[in-house]
């Protein structure tokens, strides 16, 4: 085997256990029936304390309207940073949006929370709309939110 193969197959089996610790989770949203645009949402993530931890998506294109998604962009101070690749489209009523992230084994059980903040056009700001304990005992049941969040869900 030559040098470079050998390099090759030594980061891959370096990178294995690193690979082996993350744990994939689906957390779907479905939000209610209101009148008005499509709602402008941040999903992330905080510890025990309510601080801020990581950006796992926003819905919604136009950065400029982040700030109305209020905890969210006091913790992640509206850096591009925190959310480039994970953006898409806003999601409108009666709508359900999922997705998919890899988090670390050590994120469960020690008191880290989903956190959906929500704005839409015309209507409520609603910062920590929906507040979910991130342990694996709530995988799969399913959390009512206060304004446009009608539940969240997250599986393992």
Do not use: C
Not at 29 to 50: K, P, Q
Not at 93 to 103: A, E, H, P, Q, Y
Request: aromatic share 10%; no cysteine.
């Amino acid at each position: 085997m030559n040098k470079s193969m050998s390099a090759l197959f030594l980061m891959g089996i370096l990178a294995l256990p690193i690979a082996a610790m993350a744990r994939p989770v689906t957390i779907t949203t479905s939000m209610t029936n209101y009148r008005g645009s499509g709602a402008y949402m941040a999903i992330y993530l905080t510890d025990a304390n309510g601080s801020y931890q990581q950006t796992l998506w926003v819905a919604g294109q136009h950065n400029r309207y982040y700030r109305n998604l209020r905890n969210w962009a006091q913790g992640s101070r509206l850096k591009s940073s925190e959310f480039d690749g994970l953006t898409g489209a806003t999601v409108h009523s009666g709508k359900t949006m999922s997705i998919k992230v890899d988090l670390p084994d050590t994120a469960f059980d020690v008191g880290n929370q989903i956190r959906i903040d929500t704005a839409v056009e015309h209507g409520y700001a609603v910062p920590s709309e929906v507040s979910v304990p991130l342990d694996t005992a709530n995988s799969g049941k399913t959390f009512k939110g206060r304004t446009y969040v009608n539940s969240l869900r997250f599986d393992l």
